[in-house]
Structure formats: structure tokens, C-alpha cells
């Protein structure tokens, strides 16, 4: 490891200790990624990021701190050891491959963090997904929330830019109105919120950490949903891990492509690309 000086002093400044090396880590789709290590012989990461959103950083770190509050029961997350409007700074995660016993014990974890229970469906501020803000104005029940929230205001983003055409958008407000009819209601669950498999960190020793979230209350469902959109090593002992400590709801398997919705228009309105199609691929199983 070097030491970037910039770097350096602007950790400096946060932490309150010296810092005698950084290296750049490579990985990170938005922010620049840094690995520190300090004079008191701990390690740490820091993101960063120029003319970063209004609040990008701190909404993280207010997200990271929710799902730490669940205690020892709940997915661990990484420590915040510091954070600003233009970087955020975390206890280093050194990993290592999970095995089959470490996802049946994240399953397990995910069903106490989602059990903790969120006051509301959506959340007191707006967040962030990438750079991408994050709709959260509470709504009185879960199917109005993700219609209002999360699929109307996306499908609108992603037409506007391209990547769905009028019919594909015309499928999803469709889906929208159904929700009703769709969602089993249940009391909001305390969610990641971006849980795909790239923000589960697995320690050396096999345990889980939870990165990058974008919190929220909201159904349990969507979580899982999107862990099974991307992937996550050993998902299926996961999931029989979690049914085992948390029961989902009946039909839960047919609603899998109703919560892979909004994350689909989300990578839409992000990147682009084929995601559009996928989204209204998804969309069709509802009408």
C-alpha cells in the first residue's frame, strides 16, 4: 500500500487518526473505493465521490446504522467509523467464500431483520438507489406504496428516457392498478431495500455483512425477490432458512416476478439496455 495524501487528510479529518497507507479497491459501480489503514492498526474503507447527490452519503449511513440497530440476531453490517457529503468511511470486511451452513445462517438473519419491523410503509426521507433517488413518502397500505412509489414514478422515468416503449409502460401502470388484488398485506418489514447478491459481504469466518442499503419499510417479499433476480451463493438454503424462522405468505412464489418489477425498471432508468424488456417481461405474468 501507498499513501495518497488527499486521500489521507480527508480520512484524517473523520476518523481522528492517522492514516499510513491506501490502496484503491476496484468494485465500485458509483463510488470510488479506498482501502486505509490506520496508525491504531485497524483497517477501513472509504467511498467517495465528486459533486456526490445532496445526502447520498449520509442517507447510507443512516440506513447501515437501522439495520445495525436489529443487534446480534440480525445480517451484521459493517461499522460507519465516519461519514460527510462527499465520503463515507467503513470498518474493513475481509472476505472470504461463503459454504452452505453460512447462507442458511444469512436466511435466518435476513427473517430477524425483516422481523424488526419498520413504524410505516416507506420512510421518514427520500433515499437514494445508485443515483437514483429513492421515492419513500409513507403510504397507509403496502399496495398503494409500491404502486405509488415504486412502479408508476420508474415505468414514467424509464419511458422518458427511452428504455420502455409506450405499451411496455402502458403494461406496468396496468400492473400498478392490480396491486390491490395482487399483495398480501402485512405489517411493514424493516427492508435493505437493494438486496442484491453484490451487496452480501461474507467474512473469512463465513459471516454475512449488508452493504450499500436503501432502507425502508416495506413487504419482505421485495428483499428476497431481488436476491433472486441477481443471485446470491446457495440461495436455496437461504430461503429455507428463512421460511423456517419467518413462514412467507402463501403464493409467495407467484409474486416473485411482481417484486423483480421495480428493480427491473430501476436498472432501466439507470443503464438501460435490455432491462426494459425484462421489465415488461415481468409486468405480462400479472395481466
Keep these: 500500500m501507498t499513501r495518497q495524501p488527499s486521500i489521507a487528510r480527508r480520512a484524517e479529518a473523520l476518523l481522528g487518526s492517522a492514516v499510513v497507507a491506501t490502496s484503491p479497491v476496484a468494485g465500485g459501480d458509483l463510488s470510488s473505493a479506498t482501502k486505509l489503514r490506520l496508525s491504531n492498526g485497524t483497517t477501513a474503507l472509504m467511498k467517495t465521490l465528486t459533486q456526490a447527490p445532496p445526502g447520498l452519503f449520509p442517507c447510507e449511513a443512516d440506513g447501515l446504522r437501522a439495520l445495525a440497530a436489529v443487534g446480534p440476531d440480525g445480517v451484521a453490517v459493517p461499522e460507519v467509523l465516519g461519514v460527510d457529503g462527499d465520503c463515507l468511511i467503513l470498518a474493513w470486511v475481509e472476505q472470504g467464500r461463503p459454504a452452505a451452513e453460512h447462507a442458511t445462517t444469512f436466511g435466518r438473519r435476513l427473517a430477524a431483520t425483516h422481523a424488526a419491523g ?9 433515499g437514494f438507489l445508485g443515483r437514483l433517488p429513492l421515492l419513500n413518502q409513507p403510504t397507509d397500505t403496502w399496495a ?8 408508476l414514478p420508474y415505468a414514467k422515468v424509464a419511458r422518458d428516457r427511452g428504455a420502455l416503449t409506450a405499451d411496455q409502460a402502458d403494461a406496468v401502470e396496468r400492473v400498478a392498478a392490480r396491486m390491490p388484488d395482487l399483495a398480501p398485506e402485512e405489517a411493514p418489514s424493516l427492508l435493505h431495500g437493494d438486496l442484491w447478491g453484490g451487496n452480501v459481504l461474507w467474512g473469512t469466518d ?4 449488508l452493504i450499500d442499503p436503501a432502507v ?3 413487504h419482505r417479499e421485495v428483499d428476497l425477490a431481488m ?21 412467507l405468505a402463501e403464493g409467495w412464489e407467484e409474486r416473485v416476478a411482481l417484486y423483480q418489477l421495480f428493480p427491473l425498471l430501476a436498472h432501466a432508468c ?7 424488456a425484462r421489465a415488461a417481461k415481468a409486468a405480462a405474468h400479472y395481466l
Design 227 to 247: 436476491l433472486a433476480l441477481f443471485g446470491l451463493p446457495h440461495l436455496p438454503q437461504a430461503l429455507d432458512a428463512y421460511q423456517e424462522a419467518a413462514p
Design 206 to 209: 463465513g459471516t454475512s455483512y
Design 270 to 276: 439507470l443503464f438501460g439496455g435490455g432491462y426494459g
Design 144 to 151: 398503494e406504496f409500491y404502486a405509488a412509489r415504486r412502479l
Design 216 to 218: 425502508y419499510g416495506g
Design 118 to 126: 419498520a413504524p410505516r410503509f416507506g420512510a421518514e426521507n427520500d
